[in-house]
């Protein structure tokens, strides 16, 4: 069974930090391109950020240069570092992972509420 978790989400005031974790079981990890997701009340579902399953990345231009995508294939895990936070960063944010192989197959987490507010 495919789990994608993720965590570190919660209430932060504009300029400060906040990094998020998914954890995925059930997956051959390192063969899966891994990305960040958010959406806001009304909006559609927008890529924040992905990764390779070799380490290359891209970025939204709204994020470029405060939020910073990683993973750890060693504990099957793709982190999101989100810096220098605006109130329009506030959405929920998902991780999906995509397979590599089959770029068919992808899998969505639960979401995690990310809002910043003074």
């Known amino acids: 069974q495919v789990q994608l978790v993720e965590s570190g989400g919660g209430s932060v005031q504009p300029g400060g930090s906040l990094r998020l974790s998914c954890a995925a079981s059930?997956?051959?990890?390192?063969?899966?391109?891994m990305g960040w997701f958010r959406q806001a009340p009304g909006n559609q579902r927008e890529l924040v950020a992905r990764i390779t399953n070799g380490g290359n990345t891209n970025y939204a231009d709204s994020v470029k240069g405060r939020f910073t995508i990683s993973r750890d294939n060693a504990v099957n895990t793709v982190y999101l570092q989100m810096n220098s936070l605006k109130p329009e960063d506030t959405a929920v944010y998902y991780c999906?992972?995509?397979?590599?192989?089959?770029?068919?197959?992808?899998?969505w987490g639960q979401g995690t509420q990310v809002t910043v507010s003074s």
């Open positions: 999906k992972a995509v397979d590599s192989y089959v770029p068919s197959r992808y899998y």
């Open positions: 059930g997956i051959f990890f390192s063969r899966y391109y």
